[in-house]
């Protein structure tokens, strides 16, 4: 009999496990799901992390100056000739190199209006939507006049104005451009979350305003968040891109991937020298396409968290 009782589970036991299945998958446990699930966003995943390690420890390697370096006795080099892999543009200068310091360049720069402007996002948004009221009225009308304001002709007058123009300047610019839109989407869905129980019982109990927003609510929105940080990502990398070919971003001495493609400026480069601005259209199609698959599952995770509340 004592035998039988072991092989039983205990009440203890067959509690914990029904708490565990009521409980649901949280935050980064849906994401990994989503993934494990969707073999194309796993590849999606490889595929960009490869081209980030490539680009950012290829910079490293790279010699900068030589591939800046303008050797007019090999202009417009096919590739494959005298030790140019992917051929050479019209200064001569390698287009591997400057595909992988451009690359670099276009992500850095991508990444961190990425990571500044969720981050301004996400304290202003929860802080609207926790507080409400007043202090709700006011950054939603601030934030409605950033976002009436033309982008790209601001973007083009302030660098215009600029002299010394450069990275830095490119992601300070963008960055206080582009961070109000973010704060709509966290200050409705922090709305949401602070009527539910958790908050209120935590306001009961005394605990801090900033210590709910950033300690509570917060780690309930990291799928929203995620998924926010991954397809802006993806926009940013394309707005220095655009900025960049039209003559408005990066110098044309410092390489990335709209400097790049801005080399197919007349008929011949376009039809005759593919080499100088294709690899950098490839590199541009193959981040955009990881990103959107890589968005998709992390936009069905969101969707999953919210559904199970």
Do not use: C
């Not at 067959?14 to 194309?40: S, Y």
């Amino acid at each position: 009999m004592a035998e039988i009782n072991q092989g039983l589970p205990t009440e203890e036991k067959v509690l914990e496990q029904v708490d565990k299945e009521a409980i649901p998958p949280m935050g980064f446990e849906v994401i990994k799901r989503e993934f494990a699930k969707d073999k194309v966003a796993i590849t999606a995943l490889i595929v960009f992390v490869t081209v980030l390690l490539v680009a950012f420890i290829g910079a490293l390697v790279v010699d900068h100056d030589a591939a800046t370096r303008v050797d007019v006795f090999e202009r417009f080099t096919p590739p494959g000739q005298n030790g140019y892999i992917l051929g050479a543009d019209d200064g001569g200068r390698d287009i591997l190199s400057l595909l992988i310091i451009g690359t670099r360049n276009s992500v850095f720069i991508g990444f961190s209006v990425t990571i500044i402007t969720t981050t301004i996002s996400i304290i202003l948004g929860i802080m609207a939507g926790y507080y409400g009221g007043w202090v709700e009225d006011i950054m939603m009308r601030i934030v409605d006049f950033i976002i009436i304001l033309p982008p790209i002709i601001l973007i083009i007058v302030i660098t215009q104005i600029i002299r010394r123009f450069d990275a830095i300047s490119l992601i300070l610019i963008l960055s206080s451009i582009y961070w109000a839109g973010g704060v709509r989407l966290f200050r409705t869905v922090t709305l949401s979350e602070a009527s539910l129980d958790y908050v209120s019982a935590s306001k009961t109990m005394g605990t801090p305003d900033w210590k709910i927003m950033f300690g509570e609510v917060m780690p309930n929105l990291s799928s929203i968040i995620i998924t926010n940080l991954v397809l802006g990502l993806s926009g940013n990398i394309g707005i220095e891109t655009g900025l960049s070919f039209l003559g408005f971003g990066l110098p044309a001495a410092t390489p990335s991937l709209g400097t790049l493609i801005a080399a197919a400026n007349n008929p011949d480069v376009i039809q005759n020298k593919t080499w100088v601005w294709l690899p950098a259209v490839l590199v541009i199609l193959v981040l955009m396409l990881s990103i959107n698959y890589m968005g998709q599952a992390f936009q069905r995770a969101a969707d999953s968290r919210q559904r199970r509340g």
